[in-house]
């Protein structure tokens, strides 16, 4: 790492940043992993059967700030992996532009796979 220009300067204009929230949360119970680890075997079915339909990734509605939010597949995938081995999420940027009708919700991923499934084991009989 290069130098910090600023270091021992009382006049830092990175003082009145906060510090980064780097406190570890409670520890994920065993329940918590187990279905962290259901969804993102989920989340690879749901792009195998999607992806080459032009489905770009899924859409969340936050509760937060009450807007949709487009993450890409791999966006999503390495979000669910960063939570399941730091216990949270860092923040990420936003799609840039996404088009509404590219993205999809989780439950509608597990429908088209539950048809997918269906329709596969009532061919098999």
Request: with cysteine; proline share 10%; net charge negative.
């Amino acid at each position: 790492m290069p130098p910090d220009p600023f270091a021992g300067d009382p006049d830092d204009p990175a003082r009145a940043l906060d510090e980064p929230d780097d406190e570890a949360g409670p520890p994920m119970s065993h329940e918590e992993r187990e279905e962290l680890l259901a969804d993102l075997t989920d989340l690879a079915v749901y792009q195998a059967l999607l992806q080459s339909r032009g489905v770009r990734g899924i859409v969340v509605d936050c509760g937060e700030c009450e807007e949709p939010h487009y993450h890409d597949w791999a966006l999503l995938a390495a979000s669910l992996e960063q939570l399941l081995n730091d216990g949270k999420m860092r923040p990420h940027e936003p799609a840039f532009d996404p088009d509404p009708s590219a993205y999809v919700s989780w439950e509608y991923c597990r429908g088209y796979a539950d048809g997918v499934t269906a329709s596969e084991n009532e061919n098999a009989l």
